[in-house]
């Protein structure tokens, strides 16, 4: 959820963590879509949004818990082809600015895609992806 300390968006995110908690997800997904042009699916769980703009989540995704999204960050379907479907992203994920994640592929638990990559295939638990297409980060010190 963005929460982010000084934020102006922050009572707003107040009253989001209430409807959220309040067992009202697709009220919540509403109301997210019309104050902040946002798209999310029905949260079972807060995200934290850093900055709070260009977000969009296919409403099918499943989001586990303390995810975090930068703006422009896409989670969507795909229509064709091999992995057709929607993404399913484990819990404490972190997905940086315009990233785009698509298709029936899993980010594991604690994984994290970095700024800018483009992800169609599965991401394990606790590794990070970057490019397009998005490839596990090798430091050269390995
Ligand atoms: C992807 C990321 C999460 C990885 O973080 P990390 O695990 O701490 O790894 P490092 O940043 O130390 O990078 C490790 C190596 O990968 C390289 N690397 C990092 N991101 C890369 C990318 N997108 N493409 C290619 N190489 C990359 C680094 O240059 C470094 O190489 P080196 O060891 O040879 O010098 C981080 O680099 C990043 O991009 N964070 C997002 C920051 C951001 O978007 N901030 C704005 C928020 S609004």
Known sequence: MAHVSGDPLSKLNRLIVWLCMARRPRFFAKAVQLVFHIELPPLLHPVRMAHPYCIVVNPAVQLGKNVTLFQGVTIGGKRTGRRAGVPTIGDDVVIYANAVVVGAITIGAGAQVGPGAVVYEDVPPG?????????PLVSKGD
Request: hydrophobic share 35%; aromatic share 0%; glycine share 12%.
């Open 127 to 135: 590794c990070t992806v970057v490019g397009n297409p998005a490839r």
